[in-house]
Each structure stands twice: as structure tokens, then as C-alpha cells.
């Protein structure tokens, strides 16, 4: 190999925060529009390491490669010690890569789309530092860097949201974001400490490798902890309230930060706790419900939204529904489809961002369904890449979201067959199936009310609705092929599925292999679930044709039956999640502030303030003893040689 | 000679007594002059009072002080007229009230209260008597001018 694990590690973090920096420094007055450079030439290094470091770990990918890099915190007299190790197991490899190469795609993407824009180059530092916090949340070996870089990159998805930080609203939204985030982070912090208290270490080795896990409470707890923290990051119920306001960022960070890749950070921390999770089985039925609800929830809300940006945001909510059911199966099956979904999904979720963002870059910003129409005429590229991307979210063979989706079904069908929460699952199965077509409807339905129908052109596109420059369309051809290609090469392979490949044999998850003996084997999808779950999502094409583009009656009547069941004002008000959290939590919260406010300004400021007056009462007090009149001081003189003879008598 | 102490004691009493005297003056009074006099009676106090000291001791340390204060005395008396002097020629009264400018920023000036004007009754007219005798002839220049005092 020409290049050593090591050194491929540690230059795929390096290389983004360098970038980060130098354009920092360098931005503001030297590079100003070309301040793209430093971070599309570290991204694109990284992403070529990336892809050698995949090259590099398949040799063996059993033994992963610990790097350590330096000491951070020891302190003497216990056994605490934080090193900052990274590891390169096939887990990181495939992190890495789907996100190094993804963001590569959005940087170049971003040329064209930020072009112009007063924070161009705090857009790329913010964007490289991003990178950076990515790269090592999924290399580092350890809890503690690994909740260091789990806020990192939750410091990052701020900065960006909030980028036009002069738009209340997207001040807001990233204040939001972050808040959220915090409060799923508290979860993680907690689990950390109770794996400390465990466990007596935080390295993941340590804790995954110990013959006996600590079984029952603890480990429930923890893993329940921990599951916290990765739904707050992946904006699963009941913390996914701000994906949807994080829309108000520039739109390659909504591909790039909320589709692909920080949202799949807690995809990430799931699958690489798995012997935890393996441990509790009461976990993983959490996180499969979880993943369940929130995928049909999510599902549910996309069918009434108007905002395109928005569609995709619940859209992505609901993939992510989709990864933790394939997550909390706890078959091999389960967590390497929930990866290979992982995968594939940042492939065509980032492909639809950046489409909608070529539609928004066309139309002068406008991204409201109900004001486009027939933008196919105008932007061809975008309209077949965006076809691409539908096709592959739908689940259509031979699109990659076809082969994902369809293992994580298969993989929640195997575990309908026996044990005793099998109805559970069952109901789980069902869920996901309505969601397929959910999926479907919701997904055609913005596509045909954006690109077809009556051409509609919104007044802020002022004549000059064409098709992006290459720059912006060049990454979404890419991603279109990848998203047309990724899945079948990959089932094809066996890198994500096979028993024996690539993914299986990172060294969490060998334990699930060994677990299940005989099982299904996880090469053969159950071709009853594809089958089903193929002609649920073509139906669902067909329903979203046939009310969106020939039969306009039919629409209003299904509409005006769902408003009767209730359920369009529930879907169309996000099930009033936003106005619950009000009204429970930030309400309460902001009383109580203005309680404290209160009491720091009357009665902290009152004191402070009286500590102040006390001299200036002493000076008022003596001030009078120098009136100007020297018969007064002459007095006082005498008054003081009496007090001294009194003194010395007494 | 060693003097009775009862004779001690009325030289001391008398001291007191001066010393008191020009402590009231001096801060009762307000006329400059009349204050620097009281100083000197204080002065002149305790010079007193030494001198018994020394003459009841039988030590002449006592009125060698005492030469020593007169010429202090004397000292400190031609600078305070001086001051005096340049403190009347600036605000033309001997009055210590005039200068109050040394007073802290917030206080208010001593100022007296006019007397309240006496309540006289005049008659309306004065009497009027009729001139008698001759008037002396006398000019101007006669009358203001007086060859001596």
C-alpha cells in the first residue's frame, strides 16, 4: 500500500480543519470569491484518502487499526485517561467515504449556488470545519472525543443554519437546532457517565470487548442514554422538531449537513454501540419503535407541505425512521441494511437538495410548490436528476433506495416470524409498508406539482428561469448516477448485506453474526417483501399521477375526506408538535427566566447597588464637615483635642 | 522662692481664663482682626501659664519659652496681617464669611439672614424748628481744608 492507515487516517480530519483555518485567516481580504479553493482542495484529498483508506482496510478488515495520536487528559491517581485514538475499521471506512465524497459534491456545488454572497468564504470555513468534526466523530475511539465532536458538528449545523444570520428566522431555527440538539446531547452525556461508572473506561475496544457486558438496568439504561443523544442529532421523535426549521440555512447545507451526513451521526453511534445494544433487548425494541413511529409520522406530515425544502426535511426524517427500525431488529440483516440505507439515502437525499436548490437558484429563491409549475421546459438536468432522486426515495428497482429499503423491510419481516413481541414487529412491518407508499405519494406529488402541470413561474424569478450553471449541475449528475448505480453495485457486491462482507466484519458487529447461526442468511432478501413492497410504491406513484396530474377532482375529494377524518390539519400542522413543545416546555421555561430576571435585577442588582451606596452614604455623611467657614474647622479642631483629652484622662 | 500652690493655682486659673477668652473670640467673631487678636490672647494664655509653671518649679525654662513664643508671636502676627490685608483688599470687608469658595462642591453657602428691620414707628414728621442766629460765613475751600488736626 502506498500509504500507511495511519497516515491516511489522520490526513482525512487534517486536511478540512487546515482548510478551515486558511480560509479564515485568508477569506475576508485575500481570497475573498476564491476562498472556495482551500476547502474544495482539502475535501477532495480527503475524499481520495477516504477511498484509499477503504482500499487499505479491506486488506484485513477484521483487525481494525488503532492510531493513537496523543494524550489528552490523565489524571493521576485513577485510572481516568482520554487519548485521542482514532481507528480505521470498515464501520469508519464506509463513514468516510460516504461523507468525505458527498461533501465534496456539495462544495462544488456550492461554488455556483453561494456565488456572490457577502459570506462567501465564512460559508467554506464554516463548511471545512464541518468536514473536519464529521471525519473524526466517525474515526475517534473513544466516548468522550467522540461527544466532543458529536457538539462539534452540532456547533457547525448552527453556524450554518443561522448562516444569514440577519433573517430572524434563521437566527431562530438555528438557535432551535442547537437547543434540541442539547438536550439530546444531555441524554449522550449522561450515558457516557454511567459507561464510565460501568465500565471504569470510555475506549470502545474496552467496553465492546469485555466478555461479560454489564447485562439487565445498567446496560438498558445506557443504551437508552445513549439512544437519546442519537435521536436528538438524527432528528428522530420526539427531538425532531428542528430539521425542518434548519430548512432556513443556504441549501447545500440542508444536503449536505441534514440529509447525508450529520444526521446519520446517530445512525452511526447505533450501529457502532451495537454489543450494547445487543445486551438489552428492551432497547432495541425502543429504537425500532422509535424508528417506526417516526417514520410514519414523519411520512404523514410531508403529505400537506408546500414548501418543497420542507418536504425533503420530513422526508429525510422519515429515512431516518426507516435506519433505526432497521437498527432495532438486532439482526445482522438489520444494522448493515439500516447502513447500506445509510448509504444510499445520502446519495439521493443530497441529490434532491441540491434539484430543489437548483429550482430555488432558478426561481429567485421561491420554493413553494403551489407556485411552480412546469419547470421541466426550463430545466431539463434538473428535472431528470430530480426524476433520478424521486425514483430512488420511492424505492423503484433498480434505483438504490430500491435495495435498501427493501432489506431493512426484509430484516423487520424475519423478526414477525417468533419471539414474543413479534406482533410488535408486525405492526413495525405494517408501518414501514404504509410508509413506502406514503413515501411514494408524498415524493411524486412534489415532483409533479414542481415540474409538471400548468408552468407557473413565481414573480421574484423576473425572466430568467434557466438551468443552473455546470457547476451546480455537474454534482447533480454525479449523484444521479450514483443514486442510479450505488445500490445495485453494493447488493451486487455484497460489501453492505453479505455475511461475510465488507461491513459484517468490523469487529461490533462480528458478534451479530455469530449470534444468529441459523437465521436467514443475510444475502437473500425475502423476495415476498420486495415484491410487496415494490408494488406499494409503484401504486403509490400511480395514486400521486393520478391525483396531481389528470384528476384535479379526485384531489379535492380525497382532500375533503382527510379533512373530515382530522387528519389534514393534523398533517398540515406537523401534529402541533412545535405548539405542544410550547406550551410544555419553552413556555414554562421563559416564566421561570423572567422569574430569575426579575430576581437578578431586583434583588442581586439591589445588592450589588447597596454595597455601592454604602460609601457614597459615608461621603454624604462627612461632606458637610467642609463648609468653607473657618470658625467651623476651628471648632472642630477643639472638638478633637477634647475627644483626645478625654481620651488619655479615661 | 518656691510660691504657694494656691498662688499656682490663681496664676493658672487666670491663664485659663485668657485662653478661654480668646477661644471664644476667635470662633465667635467674624471680623479678621478681631479673630487674629484673639489667637494672640490665647497666645498670650499660655504664656502665662508657663511662666507660674516656671516660677512654682523655680526653673527658668518657663519664661525662656515664653521669650520664645512672644517672638513666634510676633512672626506669626506680621503674616497673618499680611494675609489680612491682601484677604480686604480682594473682597473689601474684614469679614471671614466672605471667603467660603473652599467649601466642598455640594454644600451651601453660609449666608446671614438680614435682620429683620427694627420695627420704629417714626412720626411722620419731625418737629421743625425755626433757624435762629446767624449763619457763619464760611467757603468751601475753608471748610475743607483743616491746616491740622
Same mark, same amino acid.
Given at each position: ?12 480530519? /487534517? ?31 480527503? =475524499? ?94 473513544? *466516548?468522550?472525543?467522540? &461527544?466532543? *465532536? ?36 444531555? +441524554? ?32 438498558? #439504561?445506557?443504551?437508552?442514554?445513549? %439512544?437519546?443523544?442519537?435521536? @436528538?442529532? =438524527? ?25 447525508? $451526513? ?14 450494547? *445494544?445487543? #445486551? ?25 407541505? $408546500? ?80 426524476? !433520478? ?11 438504490? @433506495? ?23 414487529? =408486525?405492526?413495525? &412491518? ?6 413506502? *407508499? ?7 406529488? /412534489? ?28 454534482? %447533480?449528475?454525479?449523484?444521479?448516477? +450514483? ?20 461491513? /459484517? ?19 437473500? $432478501? ?17 395514486? #400521486? ?64 447597588? #447597596? !454595597?455601592?451606596?454604602v460609601p457614597r452614604a459615608i461621603g454624604a455623611t462627612l461632606r458637610p464637615l467642609q463648609g468653607g467657614l473657618v470658625q467651623f474647622y476651628a471648632l472642630l479642631m477643639i472638638v478633637g483635642v477634647l475627644a483626645f483629652l478625654v481620651a488619655i484622662l479615661l | 522662692m518656691n510660691s504657694n500652690i494656691a498662688t499656682l493655682h490663681s496664676y493658672l486659673a487666670v491663664a485659663a481664663v485668657l485662653v478661654g477668652i480668646g477661644l471664644v473670640g476667635f470662633l465667635s467673631r467674624r471680623n479678621m482682626i478681631v479673630m487674629f487678636l484673639s489667637a494672640e490672647t490665647m497666645l498670650q494664655g499660655v504664656s502665662l501659664s508657663l511662666v507660674a509653671w516656671g516660677r512654682f518649679h523655680n526653673d527658668l525654662g518657663g519664661q525662656m519659652l515664653v521669650l520664645f513664643i512672644i517672638a513666634l508671636a510676633a512672626a506669626e502676627a506680621a503674616i497673618a496681617l499680611a494675609l489680612v490685608v491682601t484677604m480686604f483688599v480682594r473682597s473689601g470687608k474684614l469679614d471671614i464669611a466672605a471667603w467660603q469658595d473652599l467649601r466642598e462642591a455640594d454644600q451651601p453657602p453660609f449666608e446671614e439672614a438680614d435682620l429683620p428691620?427694627e ?29 491740622k488736626m
Amino acid at each position: 500500500m502506498l500509504l500507511s492507515i495511519p497516515f491516511l487516517l489522520i490526513l482525512v480530519p /487534517a486536511l478540512p480543519l487546515a482548510a478551515a483555518v486558511a480560509t479564515a485567516a485568508l477569506g475576508p481580504r485575500v481570497l475573498r470569491q476564491a476562498s472556495h479553493w482551500p476547502t474544495v482542495a482539502a475535501v477532495a484529498l480527503s =475524499s481520495a484518502a477516504s477511498l484509499l483508506l477503504v482500499v487499505a482496510v479491506r486488506q484485513e478488515p477484521e483487525h481494525e487499526r488503532i492510531v493513537p495520536l496523543w494524550s489528552w487528559a490523565a489524571v493521576s491517581g485513577s485510572n481516568f485517561h482520554v487519548d485521542v485514538v482514532l481507528r480505521a475499521d470498515p464501520l469508519t471506512a464506509v463513514m468516510l467515504a460516504t461523507v468525505t465524497f458527498i461533501s465534496l459534491l456539495v462544495c462544488v456545488y456550492s461554488i455556483g449556488y453561494m456565488h456572490g454572497d457577502r459570506g462567501y468564504w465564512r460559508f467554506f470555513s464554516y463548511v471545512a470545519l464541518f468536514v473536519f468534526s464529521m471525519t473524526m466523530l466517525v474515526s475517534v475511539s473513544n *466516548f468522550l472525543l467522540l &461527544y466532543v *465532536f458529536w457538539e462539534a458538528v452540532g456547533l457547525c449545523s448552527y453556524l450554518l443554519i443561522g448562516f444569514w444570520y440577519e433573517k430572524p428566522a434563521a437566527a431562530a431555527a438555528g438557535l432551535k437546532a442547537f437547543l434540541v440538539n442539547r438536550i439530546g446531547d444531555f +441524554g449522550f452525556a449522561l450515558g457516557v457517565f454511567l459507561l464510565w461508572t460501568t465500565y471504569g473506561t470510555l475506549d470502545f475496544d474496552a467496553i465492546f470487548q469485555r466478555p461479560a457486558l454489564v447485562g439487565g438496568g445498567t446496560t438498558t #439504561a445506557i443504551a437508552l442514554l445513549l %439512544l437519546a443523544g442519537a435521536c @436528538g442529532k =438524527s432528528a428522530q421523535f420526539p427531538l425532531h422538531v428542528w430539521l425542518p426549521d434548519a430548512m432556513e440555512g443556504p441549501t447545500p447545507v440542508s444536503a449536505l449537513i441534514h440529509a447525508a $451526513t450529520m444526521v446519520t451521526a446517530g445512525v452511526y453511534l447505533v450501529a457502532r454501540c451495537t454489543p450494547l *445494544f445487543l #445486551a438489552s433487548p428492551d432497547a432495541r425494541l425502543v429504537v425500532a419503535i422509535i424508528g417506526g413511529i417516526t417514520a410514519l409520522m414523519a411520512a404523514i406530515i410531508a403529505m400537506t407541505q $408546500t414548501d418543497l425544502k420542507r418536504i425533503l426535511a420530513y422526508s429525510t426524517i422519515s429515512q431516518l425512521g426507516y435506519m433505526f427500525l432497521g437498527l432495532g431488529t438486532g439482526t445482522l440483516l438489520g444494522v448493515a441494511a439500516a447502513m447500506f440505507h445509510l448509504v444510499t439515502h445520502a446519495f439521493f437525499k443530497a441529490l434532491l437538495f441540491l434539484g430543489a436548490g437548483s429550482v430555488m437558484h432558478a426561481t429567485g429563491g421561491v420554493i413553494d410548490i403551489e407556485h411552480l409549475g412546469a419547470l421541466r421546459r426550463r430545466m431539463p438536468t434538473t428535472h431528470w436528476t430530480f426524476l !433520478v432522486g424521486c425514483l430512488a426515495l420511492a424505492g423503484i428497482f433498480p434505483f438504490a @433506495g430500491f435495495w435498501s429499503k427493501d432489506a431493512i423491510l426484509a430484516a423487520v419481516a424475519e423478526k414477525t416470524h417468533a419471539g414474543d413481541v413479534a406482533w410488535l414487529y =408486525s405492526a413495525l &412491518y405494517w408501518a414501514g409498508m404504509l410508509t413506502v *407508499f406514503l413515501t411514494a405519494v408524498y415524493t411524486f406529488r /412534489a415532483f409533479f406539482l414542481t415540474f409538471y402541470g400548468r408552468e407557473r413561474l413565481p414573480r421574484e424569478a423576473s425572466q430568467h428561469v434557466h438551468e443552473s450553471p455546470w457547476v451546480m449541475a455537474g454534482p %447533480l449528475a454525479i449523484l444521479a448516477l +450514483g443514486a442510479l448505480v450505488v445500490g445495485a453495485y453494493f447488493q451486487w457486491s455484497g460489501d453492505f448485506l453479505g455475511r461475510d462482507g465488507f461491513l /459484517a466484519q468490523t469487529p461490533s458487529l462480528v458478534a451479530l453474526g455469530e449470534k444468529e447461526q441459523g437465521q436467514l442468511s443475510a444475502g437473500e $432478501t425475502a423476495s415476498d417483501v420486495t415484491l410487496l413492497a415494490s408494488g406499494v410504491a409503484v401504486a403509490g406513484i400511480a395514486v #400521486a399521477a393520478l391525483l396531481y396530474l389528470s384528476r384535479p377532482a379526485w384531489l379535492q375529494a380525497v382532500t375533503a375526506l382527510m379533512t373530515a377524518l382530522g387528519l389534514y390539519r393534523l398533517s398540515k400542522n406537523k401534529f402541533y408538535f412545535d405548539e405542544i413543545y410550547r406550551a410544555l416546555v419553552v413556555g414554562p421555561l421563559e416564566r421561570l427566566a423572567a422569574v430569575f430576571a426579575w430576581l437578578d435585577q431586583h434583588a442581586v442588582d439591589a445588592l450589588v447597588d #447597596a !454595597v455601592g451606596a454604602v460609601p457614597r452614604a459615608i461621603g454624604a455623611t462627612l461632606r458637610p464637615l467642609q463648609g468653607g467657614l473657618v470658625q467651623f474647622y476651628a471648632l472642630l479642631m477643639i472638638v478633637g483635642v477634647l475627644a483626645f483629652l478625654v481620651a488619655i484622662l479615661l | 522662692m518656691n510660691s504657694n500652690i494656691a498662688t499656682l493655682h490663681s496664676y493658672l486659673a487666670v491663664a485659663a481664663v485668657l485662653v478661654g477668652i480668646g477661644l471664644v473670640g476667635f470662633l465667635s467673631r467674624r471680623n479678621m482682626i478681631v479673630m487674629f487678636l484673639s489667637a494672640e490672647t490665647m497666645l498670650q494664655g499660655v504664656s502665662l501659664s508657663l511662666v507660674a509653671w516656671g516660677r512654682f518649679h523655680n526653673d527658668l525654662g518657663g519664661q525662656m519659652l515664653v521669650l520664645f513664643i512672644i517672638a513666634l508671636a510676633a512672626a506669626e502676627a506680621a503674616i497673618a496681617l499680611a494675609l489680612v490685608v491682601t484677604m480686604f483688599v480682594r473682597s473689601g470687608k474684614l469679614d471671614i464669611a466672605a471667603w467660603q469658595d473652599l467649601r466642598e462642591a455640594d454644600q451651601p453657602p453660609f449666608e446671614e439672614a438680614d435682620l429683620p428691620p427694627e420695627p420704629c414707628d417714626e412720626p411722620a414728621a419731625w418737629p421743625h424748628l425755626a433757624p435762629a442766629g446767624i449763619e457763619p460765613s464760611t467757603s468751601d475751600e475753608k471748610e475743607n481744608y483743616r491746616p491740622k488736626m
